[in-house]
């Protein structure tokens, strides 16, 4: 009995160190309470709309045109209509032309950045003081024809001698001049010229035997009117043409003008140029390939003459323009020299321009932007349609 008393005091002590012992031993074996994790983002919280790029500012352009509103401008009013031209960062206005306005001065002066004109009615601006450019060769070909009825017996320039030729004036007449003087003919004794109307009506009523047309309006017209004969429109076999491309007077009609001092001097004219061809030749293909939607372009752009008119129209100007085998807008030095050879010969120039007159790379800068978009800028295989023309045009 004893014994085990001395045994429990001596085992208490040792037992009460023991959980002192565990008890401090849990205390530091405790882990320090984690660190909360970081917030993060839960699948279903809300995200910050992503913010729309502003749109990139347009630079405005300002292009000059010939004529009124008609097919012969289609391309740039598809360029500008269907967003071509936004797609290059340009904002483009059109002005009409009209009998008293002269491209060439509306450029040379600033109040155009661009304009339309025929050659020789820039080149002479441009001999004359303004420092302007042809940059794109638009037409490829002259459209110019003398027209006369199958029976009056005009087939050949020769026949025309004793005849009373029409023109319109104003710069139009050098083909006519110049194919008179190639055949033998003195256009101020052998022929009698006189000052033609811009319209058929002188023909058609026997007033002049030939009169001057292009393919795409005037001739329409007299295709447009009835034959009193037949109750029925005149056709194609009933009117004898002369076609100025094939006895070699033809002179090199539309194309993109700009100002030869800016593009010197402007990078952001120069830039702003490659763009406005690149955009305008891609309209010009879009007409070529989709040529009844552009027909509802110029007609929604308020023209004087009627739908198929407007059809026939751009049927003959994609004809003038394709197949261009240099590319669309890129001078063919050939016509070149012969539409200046005419300009000479008629007195027109007083010399050949200066190398300066015209350039090809902002064309070739462009086509090589429409080659790789996969733009067609040859047009080889380009068939005109067939367009059935209404009285009047309509």
């Not at 009933?238 to 194309?255: K, V």
């Amino acid at each position: 009995m004893k014994a085990r008393q001395t045994m429990l005091r001596i085992l208490i002590p040792l037992l009460t160190l023991s959980l002192l012992a565990a008890a401090c031993g849990d205390d530091e074996a405790e882990p320090d309470p984690e660190p909360a994790p970081e917030a993060t983002a839960s699948s279903d919280a809300t995200e910050p709309e992503p913010t729309e790029p502003e749109p990139a500012e347009l630079t405005p352009v300002t292009l000059q045109l010939q004529w009124f509103t008609q097919a012969q401008f289609a391309g740039y009013y598809a360029a500008r209509d269907l967003g071509f031209y936004n797609d290059v960062g340009l904002d483009v206005t059109i002005l009409e032309g009209g009998l008293d306005i002269v491209p060439a001065s509306v450029l040379d002066t600033g109040a155009a950045d661009f304009a339309v004109s025929w050659v020789p009615r820039g080149l002479v601006p441009r001999e004359e003081g303004a420092n302007i450019t042809n940059i794109a060769q638009v037409f490829q070909r002259s459209a110019t024809l003398q027209v006369s009825f199958a029976d009056s017996g005009i087939n050949s320039v020769s026949d025309l001698a004793g005849r009373t030729v029409g023109n319109w004036g104003f710069g139009n007449e050098f083909e006519l001049l110049a194919g008179l003087r190639k055949n033998g003919l003195d256009p101020q004794s052998d022929v009698t010229l006189v000052q033609q109307n811009f319209d058929m009506l002188a023909l058609i009523s026997g007033d002049i035997d030939a009169a001057q047309a292009m393919t795409y309006n005037e001739y329409a017209q007299v295709l447009e009117t009835v034959n009193p004969d037949t109750g029925e429109l005149y056709q194609p076999e009933d009117l004898s043409i002369i076609d100025w491309n094939d006895e070699g007077t033809a002179m090199l009609q539309d194309a993109l003008w700009a100002d030869a001092d800016r593009l010197e001097s402007d990078a952001d004219y120069r830039d702003a140029a490659v763009r406005f061809v690149e955009a305008s030749i891609r309209g010009w293909a879009h007409c070529r390939d989709n040529s009844d939607p552009c027909v509802e372009v110029v007609l929604n752009n308020a023209p004087t003459l009627g739908e198929s008119h407007q059809a026939w129209q751009i049927n003959e100007i994609s004809s003038l323009i394709w197949p261009s085998p240099l590319g669309a807008g890129v001078m063919d030095p050939d016509l070149w020299a012969q539409t200046v050879d005419v300009a000479t010969s008629e007195g027109i120039l007083a010399a050949a321009p200066d190398d300066g007159a015209y350039r090809t790379d902002i064309a070739e800068e462009a086509l090589a932007n429409l080659r790789d978009q996969g733009i067609n800028v040859i047009g080889s295989g380009f068939e005109p349609v067939v367009v059935e023309l209404r009285e009047g045009g309509e």
